[in-house]
């Protein structure tokens, strides 16, 4: 499957190159395929990685685990990570809506990231040789329903007759990994590949904020919030919001995200820090917020403070342990 933006990896990451290209294909014309196939991107990268570098992994080991795995966290960027997460949770519904083909291209564009820091990384590549990602997009050629719907039948069966392909490479790969030796990293190796890793992540310059809001986005629209799109806040979720009796200068302050009820009470405020920052700094100015919404609304909210992918909860008005519970109701009900 020949992709628009991803042959780049084609000669040493061939399926990476081929699920980029399925990835694209489906875009339009069955977004929830997309999704998947960009989640089975996400996990062949990692399990590639792992195979390259001899990184030592558990056994039967979920991509959750892959990642969260003292190795490869130990020489992967952050921002790398958090790209990672991104494609992991994309087949959850992206900001209160199904899988369409807009929430397909976003996730898209952040394997795009992912490949580029590949191919810089381990493939050795020019980074200035890379061409800018191009939107796949649909094919409008046609004006009737009719003909839309047959062209749609049409390319969904080329695309079944190549799966087959497809997942007979992705076997052989997997037993290939299977049979490579791993081999023990010592320290100074991984302190090596933590620098450089982190250096080719710089060189491409991401839009790390982006990521992160738009995973916590899609964290919080999967668990039922009405999200909005970017900087737009709904009755439900409010991004930005200005906050009272804060210790600054003028008195306010800014809250990435309250969760609020019905009647315009705050059920929750949400802090997000980059996922190179101590969580506990996240925590500590969540809960300056709170102090304030409770002095302005007379209820106090309880606490969220993320990286983007972890998610931690604090009820300190209550003294319970950490949850990672979201939903309104369980919010309401506690």
């Known amino acids: 499957m020949k992709s628009r933006n991803f042959e780049i990896l084609r000669p040493s990451w061939p399926e990476l190159a081929a699920l980029g290209g399925f990835a694209e294909a489906y875009t339009h014309s069955d977004p929830a395929s997309a999704l998947v196939k960009l989640r089975l991107f996400a996990e062949n990268l990692t399990k590639d990685i792992y195979r390259d570098l001899g990184l030592p992994k558990p056994e039967q080991a979920t991509l959750?685990?892959?990642?969260?795995?003292?190795?490869?966290?130990?020489?992967?960027?952050?921002?790398?990570?958090?790209?990672?997460?991104?494609?992991?949770i994309g087949n959850k519904a992206a900001h209160g809506e199904p899988a369409t083909p807009k929430n397909a291209l976003w996730l898209l564009q952040e394997a795009f990231d992912l490949s580029r820091w590949l191919f810089v990384q381990f493939g050795k590549g020019d980074a200035k040789a890379i061409p800018a990602f191009e939107q796949p997009s649909a094919d409008r050629s046609d004006d009737t329903k009719g003909q839309l719907k047959s062209e749609k039948r049409l390319v969904l069966e080329r695309l079944a007759a190549q799966e087959a392909q497809m997942e007979a490479l992705l076997q052989d790969l997997e037993q290939a990994r299977k049979a490579a030796a791993s081999a023990e990293k010592r320290a100074e190796e991984i302190q090596a590949l933590a620098s450089s890793g982190a250096a080719t992540a710089n060189l491409l310059q991401f839009d790390e904020a982006t990521t992160r809001a738009r995973i916590i986005d899609s964290l919080l629209a999967a668990t039922g919030w009405d999200v909005a799109l970017g900087q737009a806040s709904t009755a439900n979720v409010g991004k930005e919001v200005e906050v009272l009796h804060q210790p600054t200068a003028t008195g306010l302050g800014y809250a990435d995200y309250v969760l609020w009820d019905d009647n315009g009470n705050p059920l929750a405020v949400v802090e997000a820090k980059k996922a190179s920052i101590d969580p506990e700094r996240g925590r500590q100015q969540a809960k300056l917020y709170a102090d304030g919404l409770e002095k302005m609304h007379g209820q106090r909210p309880v606490i969220f403070y993320t990286n983007g992918y972890d998610i931690r909860m604090w009820d300190d008005a209550l003294n319970y342990p950490p949850r990672r519970v979201l939903t309104k109701d369980s919010l309401e009900g506690r």
């Open 64 to 88: 959750v685990d892959l990642l969260a795995n003292q190795s490869f966290a130990a020489i992967t960027p952050k921002v790398i990570l958090d790209k990672l997460h991104a494609l992991r």
